[in-house]
T-cell receptor, first 115, second 110 residues
Framework: DTEVTQTPKHLVMGMTNKKSLKCEQHMGHRAMYWYKQKAKKPPELMFVYSYEKLSINESVPSRFSPECPNSSLLNLHLHALQPEDSALYLC??????????????FGPGTRLTVL | QKEVEQNSGPLSVPEGAIASLNCTYSDRGSQSFFWYRQYSGKSPELIMFIYSNGDKEDGRFTAQLNKASQYVSLLIRDSQPSDSATYLCAVLGSARQLTFGSGTQLTVLP
């Protein structure tokens, strides 16, 4: 089973709203990732959690706040977003073993629209 | 120079033909190489990964890796209209971060 689930599928929010995106995997993977993807562009890495610790934050604005409650769950808390933050937000997970291909599997994504 | 470059496309091939997608990378310490397929509005779906020089075949798909030339390719044999999608080359670099190319849009014409 290589399934990563994300909720919600679609989200529309105003610039003053607070919302959260959720991601879950049950593959026993120890790394989880948030990516942002704009139309006709490749995914851009935002955050990496490795063994439930934030290991990479790619200079993402503080209006995006990640959280990893346990090894299976990853949240992205959103606050005071801008219209340019509208994008497809992708969650991925990988085994994060030392060596090996460390293949990342993506969830279906959340389509976010900021009004 | 971009870290991962793909032939820009778009690429159109007739049904039944071979589609050839190419990718070069700059980090010589790169360890693993991936091809993802992404349909419009959907998330990337893993097609293949390769980490040893040479060819790796899976059904109609063949990935080829040449580390000396820093080149990886994907061949799709007997292309079908359902193969029409954007193909993303991704490279796991020495920092163990995945870097994506800009993608090649493939259209298979019936």
């Amino acid at each position: 089973d290589t399934e990563v689930t994300q909720t919600p599928k679609h989200l529309v929010m105003g610039m003053t709203n607070k919302k959260s995106l959720k991601c879950e995997q049950h593959m026993g993977h120890r790394a989880m990732y948030w990516y942002k993807q704009k139309a006709k562009k490749p995914p851009e890495l935002m955050f990496v959690y490795s063994y439930e610790k934030l290991s990479i934050n790619e200079s993402v604005p503080s209006r995006f706040s990640p959280e990893c409650p346990n090894s299976s769950l990853l949240n992205l808390h959103l606050h005071a977003l801008q219209p340019e933050d509208s994008a497809l937000y992708l969650c991925a997970s990988s085994q994060r073993l030392a060596g090996g291909p460390d293949t990342q599997y993506f969830g279906p994504g959340t389509r976010l629209t900021v009004l | 120079q971009k870290e991962v470059e793909q032939n820009s496309g778009p690429l159109s091939v007739p049904e039944g033909a071979i589609a050839s997608l190419n990718c070069t990378y700059s980090d010589r310490g790169s360890q693993s190489f991936f091809w993802y397929r992404q349909y419009s509005g959907k998330s990337p779906e893993l097609i293949m990964f390769i980490y040893s020089n040479g060819d790796k075949e899976d059904g109609r798909f063949t990935a080829q890796l040449n580390k000396a030339s820093q080149y990886v390719s994907l061949l799709i044999r007997d292309s079908q209209p359902s193969d029409s999608a954007t193909y993303l080359c991704a490279v796991l670099g020495s920092a163990r971060q995945l870097t994506f190319g800009s993608g090649t849009q493939l259209t298979v014409l019936p």
